[in-house]
C-alpha cells in the first residue's frame, strides 16, 4: 500500500495524517473544511472534492469523523467508499462510533471484496501529535495484518481485540474510565482550591501516588491553568458516553458513574461549552 487516504483531518486527525506522510505514504485527503487541510496539502498531500473521488485513488482509507450518521453517511450509498473503493483496498474507520455500524460495514465491504477495520484510538490531541496512541482494532486477522504497519506509525501501544466491532467495544470501555476519572480529577481540584490548598502543588504531589493518571497530570494542569482549548470536545464525549450506556443497556449493565458523567457533561454543553475540551468540567464545579 501506498496511497492512503484521510477523510476527517481536525484536532486528532491532522497529526495523525501528518505522520502517515511524514512515513513516505503518498497521502489523499478530503474534508468538509477544506481549511483543515491546508497545512497538509501545502506540505504535499492529495486534495479530492469529494470522498468517492478519494476512495477511486487509494489502496487504504482512514475516516475520523465526529458522529456515527456522519460514518454511515461515508461508507454506504452508491457515492459511498464501500462501493467506491478499489477492489481489495482496506478500509479503517478510527472514529469513536457504534459497534453496531462497525459491524455492518465490515459485513458489507467483504461482500464487496474489501477489509475493513473498526480502529478508535485514545491519547487525544498530546497522543495524536507525538503518534503515542493507543488504538483498538476490530475486524479480521487479515484487515489487521494490512494495517498494523498504518498503525505503528500513528501510536504507540496497539491491539487487535478480535471481530469487527470489538474495537468499539474496548474504546467504550476506556471511555468508561475516562469519564469516572474525569469526575475524580475536578472534584479532587475544586475541593483543593475550596480548602484553600494551591491547586498546583496538592496536584504534584498526589499525581505521584495512587492518584497518578493522564487525565489528572496532562488535564488537570488545564484545569488549574483556566485553558480550556479542545484536546476531545466535550460534544464527542457526550456522544461515546451515550454509544456506551446504549450499549450498557443491550448488555442489561447499569452504570450510575457513567450516567452521573453523561449528566454533567451535558449540563456544560447546555450552558455553551460543547466546543471546549473535557477539562471544563471543573466549570461545573465552580458554577457552570
Excluded at 60 to 85: C, H, K, N, S, W
Excluded at 163 to 190: R, Y
Amino acid at each position: 500500500m501506498k496511497d492512503v487516504g484521510f477523510i476527517g483531518t481536525g484536532v486528532m486527525g491532522a497529526s495523525m495524517a501528518g505522520h502517515l506522510m511524514e512515513a513516505g505514504y503518498t497521502l489523499h485527503v478530503y474534508t468538509r473544511t477544506k481549511e483543515k487541510a491546508d497545512k497538509l496539502v501545502q506540505n504535499g498531500a492529495v486534495w479530492h472534492n469529494t470522498p468517492a473521488e478519494l476512495a477511486q485513488h487509494t489502496d487504504a482509507l482512514i475516516t475520523m469523523v465526529g458522529y456515527p450518521e456522519d460514518v454511515e453517511a461515508l461508507y454506504f450509498g452508491e457515492a459511498g467508499l464501500i462501493r467506491q473503493a478499489k477492489q481489495g483496498a482496506l478500509l479503517i474507520d478510527m472514529t469513536t462510533s457504534s459497534p453496531l455500524l462497525a459491524e455492518k460495514i465490515a459485513a458489507e465491504a467483504e461482500a464487496a471484496g474489501l477489509h475493513a477495520l473498526d480502529a478508535p484510538v485514545s491519547g487525544g490531541d498530546v497522543g495524536a501529535r507525538n503518534a503515542e496512541l493507543a488504538i483498538m482494532c476490530g475486524g479480521s486477522a487479515r484487515a489487521f495484518t494490512l494495517g498494523e504497519a498504518l498503525f505503528r506509525i500513528m501510536g504507540k501501544k496497539i491491539e487487535h481485540f478480535g471481530a469487527a466491532g470489538s474495537g468499539q467495544f474496548t474504546k467504550m470501555a476506556n471511555q468508561i474510565a475516562v469519564a469516572g476519572t474525569m469526575l475524580g480529577v475536578a472534584e479532587s481540584l475544586a475541593f483543593a482550591e475550596k480548602a484553600g490548598l494551591d491547586p498546583e502543588q496538592v496536584l504534584q504531589t498526589i499525581e505521584t501516588g495512587a492518584a497518578g493518571s493522564f487525565s489528572l497530570t496532562k488535564l488537570g494542569r488545564r484545569m488549574i491553568a483556566d485553558d480550556m482549548e479542545p484536546g476531545f470536545y466535550i460534544k464527542h464525549f457526550i456522544k461515546d458516553m451515550s454509544i456506551a450506556l446504549q450499549a450498557a443497556e443491550e448488555l442489561k449493565l447499569e452504570l450510575p458513574g457513567l450516567q452521573l458523567a453523561r449528566k454533567l457533561y451535558g449540563q456544560l454543553a447546555e450552558n455553551g461549552r460543547a466546543d471546549e475540551g473535557t477539562q471544563a468540567l471543573i466549570r461545573w464545579y465552580e458554577g457552570g
